[in-house]
């Protein structure tokens, strides 16, 4: 399997210092490559088929950018702008709602079920010990399954992990200037 290494990429640090900073860890970097083509590869028998890959996409993104991670923000609008999106979001709109979040102007034109993720990825990156049944059961009203909040809920762990590694390969460069 060829490596991908997604966050060094993103990190925009060069290969050497990267190899420098993480390489003695080949098996990290493999992991994290894996768990993103994992939760992103969307099959036909994938156990949360309503969480499409446009809308993992478009709650990784948001997560990023609650997270305040740029680098991760414009990869992930980078595949967002390559995926159809049918009726869950007016075109154009989804960098937006990454932007501007669930109750800004792009979601007065979004479905519930874009603006309960959106509000859940938002929950889970700034608050995440405040979640309670009431949230879960928000996501059940906008018509996700149990299967598709738990994916939704790695999504955002997931981006949110991928964050602070990025974030923390910076400041380690920061602090070796």
């Known amino acids: 399997m060829t490596q991908l290494d997604v966050l060094g990429g ?4 060069d290969d050497a210092r990267l190899h420098e900073l993480r390489g003695h860890r080949p098996a990290v970097i493999e ?4 768990a993103l083509e994992a939760l992103f590869d969307v099959s ?5 088929p ?3 890959r446009s809308l993992r996409l478009l709650a990784a993104a948001r997560a990023a950018a609650t997270d305040g ?3 991760l923000v414009a990869f992930y609008l980078e595949q967002l702008e390559e995926e159809p999106w049918a009726e869950e979001l007016a075109p154009g709109a989804h960098e937006l709602l990454v932007r501007g979040g669930p109750d800004g102007a792009a979601g007065a034109v979004a479905t519930r079920r ?5 509000r859940h990825t938002d929950l889970l990156v700034q608050r995440p010990a405040a979640a309670t049944e009431d949230d879960l059961a928000a996501l059940l009203a906008a018509g996700y399954s149990v299967q598709e909040i738990v994916v939704l809920s790695q999504v955002v762990t997931f981006v949110t992990y991928q964050a602070r590694v ?12």
């Open 50 to 52: 309503g969480l499409t």
């Open 10 to 13: 993103v990190s925009g640090l």
């Open 44 to 48: 036909a028998t994938d156990e949360a």
């Open 114 to 118: 874009v603006r309960a993720l959106l």
């Open 69 to 71: 991670a740029e680098q």
């Open 31 to 34: 992991a994290a490559d894996r």
């Open 166 to 177: 990025v974030h923390g390969l910076r400041v380690l460069e920061e602090a070796a200037r």
